[in-house]
């Protein structure tokens, strides 16, 4: 398809070398009115579920951590969650990360790389509240 638009282009340029006026003109009608259709085929919609044994733990707009309900700075949070991992409330080894829209990317990285440390999988989650 390509080729064949190329010798077109080249042919037409070739044919009207003494008037430039008259060969940008069949350029553009000529760059302007081939499209090509796309046939893409339809994605599914794909919903992932959580599983039950993840923990969430959310970063607050204040840059402090919310997990079960109670507020932790990230250095009293992570002994917790050392001690969680290989129990039933971790058995997915997966850490449901919501993120505030005004928390500190920082806070939320913190997480991502203590996921990253100790083998646990992060799921970032956008929350606009």
């Given at each position: 398809?390509?080729?064949?638009?190329?010798?077109?282009?080249?042919?037409?340029?070739?044919?009207?070398?003494?008037?430039?006026?008259?060969?940008?003109?069949?350029?553009?009608?000529?760059?302007?009115?081939?499209?090509?259709?796309?046939?893409?085929p339809k994605s599914p919609v794909v919903e992932y579920g959580i599983d039950e044994t993840v923990l969430t733990i959310e970063v607050t707009a204040e840059n402090k951590y919310r997990l079960d309900g109670e507020l932790y700075e990230y250095e009293n949070?992570?002994?917790?969650?050392?001690?969680?991992?290989?129990?039933?409330?971790?058995?997915?080894?997966?850490?449901?990360?919501?993120?505030?829209?005004?928390?500190?990317?920082?806070?939320?990285?913190?997480?991502?790389?203590?996921?990253?440390?100790?083998?646990?999988?992060?799921?970032?989650?956008?929350?606009?509240?």
């Open positions: 398809m390509y080729k064949v638009l190329s010798l077109i282009v080249f042919a037409s340029l070739l044919s009207c070398s003494d008037d430039c006026s008259e060969c940008e003109q069949k350029l553009n009608i000529l760059m302007h009115s081939t499209s090509t259709p796309l046939d893409l949070l992570e002994p917790i969650i050392y001690n969680l991992i290989g129990t039933p409330e971790l058995e997915s080894e997966t850490i449901k990360i919501e993120g505030h829209p005004q928390a500190d990317y920082e806070a939320v990285f913190k997480l991502i790389a203590f996921c990253q440390v100790n083998n646990l999988s992060p799921v970032l989650v956008f929350t606009g509240e």
